[in-house]
């Protein structure tokens, strides 16, 4: 089993619709966790990084975090074309020097 | 700022054949990491190194090599390319703040695209 599983999509919406990305995770070790943004033929850039249980917000996204339940999310509100890329979850436990990234979620939002 | 980069951007080489992927960094990250991308696939770790003159193994090491001669460069060494080893490579670095029990985010180079014949 993976230590991070994450919705394998593809997903595709219509401009101005709310997005859910998802992953869950084995790994109770795990206390950082991080959404990277990939557009295509483009090396990865981190988009949110939160470390605790909660919601973080910035801007139209939105990261949250349950540990209770391993799992963890990306919302996207109003999303736009340009939002159209791969999303990446990716992990990470103190002290640990690299993080555990999920296979990806290709998302598309059509005008 | 350059930040990661990586050269070259493409390449095809023939099985059996070797070559060096090229990655320097210009932020003075003590961290450096090497992946690789299978299509439609996440990141999977090859080598990283936590410093120069220090490397370890990740997740998928067999058929590759590595050296951290300096904090600014961290070259991949192919050796006897396979057709598996075709995949889109990766080259990241990131901070560690001797404060701080993690490190900060990871920065990506663009990628080279490799294709084993």
């Known amino acids: 089993q993976k230590e991070v599983e994450q919705d394998p999509g593809p997903l595709s919406v219509p401009e101005g619709a709310i997005v859910s990305l998802n992953c869950t995770y084995s790994n109770s070790a795990f206390q950082y966790f991080m959404w990277y943004r990939q557009y295509s033929r483009k090396g990865p850039e981190l988009l949110m990084y939160t470390y605790s249980s909660g919601n973080k917000e910035d801007g139209r996204f939105t990261a949250q975090v349950d540990k209770s339940s391993k799992y963890i999310s990306l919302f996207i509100r109003d999303s736009q074309p340009s939002d159209s890329a791969t999303y990446l979850c990716a992990m990470s436990a103190p002290n640990a020097g690299k993080s555990t990234f999920g296979d990806g979620t290709t998302l598309t939002v059509k005008p | 700022n350059a930040g990661v980069t990586q050269t070259p951007k493409f390449r095809i080489l023939k099985i059996g054949q070797s070559m060096t992927l090229q990655c320097t960094q210009d932020?003075?990250?003590?961290?450096m990491y090497w992946y690789r991308q299978d299509p439609g696939m996440g990141l999977k770790l090859i080598y990283y190194?936590?410093?120069?003159?220090?490397?370890d193994k990740g997740e998928v090491p067999n058929g590759y090599n590595v050296s951290r001669s300096t904090t600014e460069d961290f070259p991949l060494r192919l050796e006897l390319a396979a057709p598996s080893q075709t995949s889109v490579y990766f080259c990241?670095?990131?901070?560690?703040?001797?404060?701080?029990?993690?490190?900060?985010?990871?920065?990506f180079g663009q990628g080279t695209r490799l294709t084993v014949v």
């Open positions: 990241a670095s990131s901070f560690r703040d001797r404060g701080l029990l993690m490190n900060t985010e990871a920065f």
């Open positions: 190194s936590v410093g120069a003159g220090i490397t």
């Open positions: 932020m003075n990250h003590n961290y």
